[in-house]
T-cell receptor
Framework: DTGVSQDPRHKITKRGQNVTFRCDPISEHNRLYWYRQTLGQGPEFLTYFQNEAQLEKSRLLSDRFSAERPKGSFSTLEIQRTEQGDSAMYLC??????????????FGPGTRLTVL | DQQVKQNSPSLSVQEGRISILNCDYTNSMFDYFLWYKKYPAEGPTFLISISSIKDKNEDGRFTVFLNKSAKHLSLHIVPSQPGDSAVYFCAASDFGNEKLTFGTGTRLTIIP
């Protein structure tokens, strides 16, 4: 399968614990995005990378959230001191950025986080 | 502030008929629009897109229409098939800022 993969698919944790999610994009894609989706809403942008550089972070991304893409390939999203409000589906997407054109983003299956 | 709006939370259509899903946006900087389809427990799947320099884009059974003056776009599916039953999200971005802004989705149910 050459699509975007995410691990784990489900995570249940207790409030106050730290969690880390991984995303493996489509291999030749240079852009990687993180979104969060809560019940009844569309995905909301969190942050994105071009290669290893983090280019933008949403105001939704509090200082408890950190994302990395150390070698420009896979990415990790860490949430420290989880709160019940962090419960959501965390989606990763990737795209191939070509100068002067728009490019569709391809999404992974998501990681569903439940904070008890 | 909901910049992309899908005002119909659900839509039911008879198999074989046309499904029309609507989307409105408020940000005049948006110049690229996409439709995604989502099944439960899966990530969104890209369907079709349109740039603001066009008013129509077609791909098989799917056609997207863009009315820039009304800040409105629609997705037409014809003929509708049972496998089209899913949640459909409209999304938009502006050039140079590729983050997507999504609507809240419309649940389409195709009745056999």
């Amino acid at each position: 399968d050459t699509g975007v993969s995410q691990d784990p698919r489900h995570k249940i944790t207790k409030r106050g614990q730290n969690v880390t999610f991984r995303c493996d994009p489509i291999s030749e894609h240079n852009r990687l995005y993180w979104y969060r989706q809560t019940l009844g809403q569309g995905p909301e942008f969190l942050t994105y990378f071009q290669n290893e550089a983090q280019l933008e972070k949403s105001r939704l991304l509090s200082d408890r959230f950190s994302a990395e893409r150390p070698k420009g390939s896979f990415s990790t999203l860490e949430i420290q001191r989880t709160e019940q409000g962090d419960s959501a589906m965390y989606l990763c997407a990737s795209s191939l950025m070509i100068r002067d054109s728009h490019n569709e983003q391809f999404f992974g299956p998501g990681t569903r986080l439940t904070v008890l | 502030d909901q910049q992309v709006k899908q005002n119909s939370p659900s839509l039911s259509v008879q198999e074989g008929r046309i499904s029309i899903l609507n989307c409105d946006y408020t940000n005049s900087m948006f110049d690229y629009f996409l439709w995604y389809k989502k099944y439960p427990a899966e990530g969104p799947t890209f369907l079709i897109s349109i740039s603001s320099i066009k008013d129509k884009n077609e791909d098989g059974r799917f056609t997207v229409f863009l009315n820039k003056s009304a800040k409105h776009l629609s997705l037409h599916i014809v003929p509708s098939q049972p496998g089209d039953s899913a949640v459909y999200f409209c999304a938009a971005s502006d050039f140079g800022n590729e983050k997507l802004t999504f609507g809240t989705g419309t649940r389409l149910t195709i009745i056999p």
